[in-house]
T-cell receptor, first 116, second 112 residues
């Protein structure tokens, strides 16, 4: 069955520290992947996306993610976290091969807290 | 400014009443979606629409209904048949079905 796993429900980091949020997927076809961020009580904002090509993708707000097909992962990274990065982060995976039967599969999210 | 608007931001209803949540987009996107978000459960797909006058059930469509009479609008009705309607509802759109989605600010519905 297709699935997306974000193993960490909640992460706390200190401001200025580096960050890595994990996303693992199980998908039978060629995937495309997204990371979204959600501030409390708000909608989701796209951070970055991977469809093809360079497996290291740059996004907004200083985030980057690396697609590793061999590990079925698409981890999100930031070298230095700011207090304003505190939010919920969602990974989503879709398929390039499944036609109109494809859907986006969403992870359950990782809540990020930032200590001053 | 292009974007997606959802209104109202907060909505309160008594049990047994139907309520309609508004979603409008001026991005000229063909596809639109409704999600429900509950704490710890991520996003769950209620309904989606690929084009005008067409929509499909998502994973949790029971107790909900939608219409897509205009490209810009995709209202969601939460009926009295929905057993646990209190939640945060998110509308999204994309150029094509299942492409990168743009989200509205959400509507928090409370039913008592």
């Amino acid at each position: 069955a297709q699935s997306v796993t974000q193993p960490d429900i909640h992460i706390t980091v200190s401001e200025g520290a580096s960050l890595e949020l994990r996303c693992n997927y199980s998908y039978g076809a060629t995937p495309y992947l997204f990371w979204y961020v959600q501030s409390p009580g708000q909608g989701l904002q796209l951070l970055l996306k991977y469809f093809s090509g360079d497996t290291l993708v740059q996004g907004i707000k200083g985030f980057e993610a690396e697609f590793k097909r061999s590990q079925s992962s698409f981890n999100l990274r930031k070298p230095s976290v700011h207090w304003s990065d505190a939010a919920e982060y969602f990974c989503a995976v879709g398929s390039l091969n499944a036609g109109n039967n494809r859907k986006l599969i969403w992870g359950l999210g990782t809540s990020l807290a930032v200590n001053p | 400014d292009g974007g997606i608007t959802q209104s109202p931001k907060y909505l309160f209803r008594k049990e047994g009443q139907n309520v309609t949540l508004s979603c409008e987009q001026n991005l000229n996107h063909d596809a639109m979606y409704w999600y429900r978000q509950d704490p710890g459960q991520g996003l769950r797909l209620i309904y989606y629409s690929q084009i005008v006058n067409d929509f499909q059930k998502g994973d949790i469509a029971e107790g909900y209904s939608v219409s897509r009479e205009k490209k810009e609008s995709f209202p969601l009705t939460v009926t009295s048949a929905q057993k646990n309607p209190t939640a945060f509802y998110l509308c999204a759109s994309s150029i094509r079905l299942w492409d990168e989605q743009y989200f509205g600010p959400g509507t928090r519905l409370t039913v008592t």
